[in-house]
């Protein structure tokens, strides 16, 4: 993706599943034209039965990096975008992990870049019932991502060292 008005080119990534909300990207390129090197956002997630929740993580990156230190993932991972110019060589998603998506952002934390997100909807996010993120799948989830996290956190950065007393499950 390319903004002429923000003057970068960016990476994103979306499911066939997810439901891009219109101007959702126009609006993320012109975080990135500024301070940010990864943004995210709004999304609503609609549930198996058709209900729809909708979701907002903080905006600042301090803010974020602090959740991250808890094993909170700072932009919902359908909403993802970044910078092209800021992506560090070798940093990916890691085969064969549960935490792949929080595991990937605190990569790119670590990495030096600043993470933000908007508060526009940028995606519907549409939840399975044979999903990870749903029922009993979504605590073992949950436990499996806090694990990879602090493991990729540590591994990484001293300075990130996340504070798993305080986990809000």
Not at 40 to 67: C, Q, W, Y
Not at 79 to 105: C, H, R, W
Request: proline fraction near 5%.
């Amino acid at each position: 993706t390319y903004s002429l008005e923000a003057g970068c080119f960016a990476i994103a990534s979306r499911d066939s599943d997810d439901i891009s909300t219109i101007g959702s990207a126009r609006s993320q390129l012109n975080v990135l034209g500024g301070d940010l090197d990864v943004v995210g956002g709004a999304m609503t997630i609609v549930e198996s039965d058709g209900k729809e929740r909708f979701r907002v993580n903080p905006i600042e990156h301090d803010d974020l990096v602090a959740g991250l230190k808890k094993g909170l993932i700072p932009c919902f991972n359908p909403t993802l975008m970044v910078k092209a110019s800021s992506m560090p060589d070798g940093v990916g998603y890691p085969p064969n992990e549960y935490s792949e998506d929080i595991f990937f952002q605190a990569r790119l934390v670590a990495a030096g870049l600043r993470i933000g997100n908007i508060k526009q909807e940028v995606c519907s996010y549409i939840r399975h019932d044979q999903s990870l993120s749903s029922g009993l799948g979504s605590s073992i989830s949950r436990a499996r991502q806090v694990t990879g996290t602090a493991r990729a956190i540590w591994a990484m950065s001293p300075d990130l060292e996340p504070s798993l007393s305080d986990q809000a499950f």
